[in-house]
């Protein structure tokens, strides 16, 4: 299905959500060919100039805006997607705090991204798409963070 333009810049921010999610599920592994210290480096920038801004669009300007005009909302999914939000939050805290996460609890939250970005990409900006009036999701989408990775 082809992305509506406003949702762009958020589909972009999920690559680069992909990108960490890769390097966070192959670390300690055979295909891993970064050192644990690029690693937590690159997650803990990711998470200060981009992955936080990127929960921040979402739960502050696209998830109410879908809330506005959908009748029957999925509520389900919606918790689903703020719940995650809040593992991952917790999660990423928790790494930074202790900057001595094992591979296992870095592979962890790897997998859990990228699950949360396949989850968003597949469940939610579908039902948004549908509900939210094309010019209304153009609007939102200056409101969102520009993506230090890929400039969106």
Same mark, same amino acid.
């Given at each position: 299905?082809?992305?509506?333009?406003?949702? @762009?810049?958020?589909?972009?921010?999920?690559?680069?959500?992909?990108? &960490?999610? /890769?390097?966070? /599920? !192959?670390?300690?592994?055979?295909?891993?060919?970064?050192? %644990? $210290? *690029?690693?937590?480096?690159?997650? #803990?920038?990711?998470?200060? /100039?981009?992955?936080?801004?990127?929960?921040?669009?979402?739960?502050? &300007?696209? @998830?109410?805006?879908?809330?506005?005009? !959908?009748?029957?909302?999925?509520?389900?999914? @919606?918790? $689903? &997607?703020?719940?995650?939000?809040?593992? #991952?939050?917790?999660?990423?805290?928790? #790494?930074?705090?202790?900057?001595?996460?094992?591979?296992?609890?870095?592979?962890? +939250?790897?997998?859990? +991204?990228?699950?949360? *970005?396949? +989850?968003?990409?597949?469940?939610?900006?579908? *039902?948004?798409? $549908?509900? *939210?009036?094309?010019?209304?999701? %153009?609007?939102?989408?200056?409101?969102?963070? /520009?993506?230090? %990775?890929?400039?969106?």
């Amino acid at each position: 299905m082809k992305r509506h333009e406003g949702l @762009i810049p958020l589909s972009h921010h999920h690559h680069h959500a992909l990108v &960490v999610s /890769k390097d966070l /599920k !192959e670390i300690g592994t055979e295909k891993g060919n970064k050192t %644990y $210290k *690029v690693i937590l480096r690159e997650l #803990i920038d990711f998470w200060e /100039k981009d992955g936080n801004e990127h929960f921040r669009d979402e739960e502050e &300007v696209l @998830i109410p805006l879908y809330l506005r005009f !959908e009748n029957e909302p999925n509520i389900d999914l @919606i918790k $689903k &997607v703020l719940y995650q939000h809040a593992e #991952i939050r917790g999660m990423i805290a928790a #790494i930074r705090n202790n900057q001595q996460a094992d591979f296992e609890q870095l592979n962890l +939250l790897g997998y859990l +991204l990228e699950e949360h *970005v396949r +989850l968003e990409e597949r469940e939610l900006f579908p *039902v948004i798409e $549908k509900a *939210v009036p094309d010019n209304y999701l %153009y609007q939102a989408s200056g409101n969102f963070h /520009k993506d230090s %990775y890929s400039g969106y």
